[in-house]
């Protein structure tokens, strides 16, 4: 009787280990995310920082309502996760202006506002590098599942 073997696994250890990453994919891909994300939230915050730098009127709401959202599924079955403003409780600063539109009026300015983007060149600038250690986590974490012994 023939026997298969991949690379030295038996077929049986082969799905074995096919199936212990299939049930691990969900934490890999979450891992993946966060860490892409964290990557496009430090420019953004980066960037803010230098628009808020020297303001006589910021007092630390908008930075510290920038945030990534659990990462949860959407309607199409894919995993996601957002960056924005007024994660950790922090919607609206200590004067019940929303953060988000605070942000909105510095990325797009306003009739008094000339515009301060900060966050369209933060993605621009670091989503490539995103979606390479994104890449780079999910090669690795999957590799390291394969290797493990059942």
């Given at each position: 009787m023939?026997?298969?073997t991949v690379e030295g696994f038996s077929i049986e250890d082969f799905s074995d280990r096919l199936q212990a990453i299939a049930e691990g994919l969900t934490e890999i891909e979450t891992e993946a995310l966060y860490k892409g994300a964290g990557i496009i939230t430090d420019e953004i915050r980066a960037n803010l920082e230098k628009n808020l730098r020297g303001s006589?009127?910021?007092k630390g709401d908008l930075l510290e309502?920038?945030?990534i959202s659990?990462?949860?599924v959407d309607d199409k079955g894919?995993?996601?996760v957002h960056i924005g403003f007024g994660s950790k409780g922090k919607e609206y600063d200590r004067r019940g202006t929303s953060n988000v539109l605070k942000a909105r009026a510095m990325e797009n300015g306003t009739s008094k506002q000339?515009?301060?983007p900060f966050i369209r060149p933060a993605v621009r600038k670091t989503k490539e590098k995103a979606a390479e250690v994104m890449a780079e986590v999910i090669q690795t974490r999957i590799q390291e599942k394969f290797r493990q012994e059942k």
């Open positions: 023939a026997k298969l006589k009127y910021s309502s920038l945030g659990p990462a949860k894919d995993l996601d000339k515009k301060k």
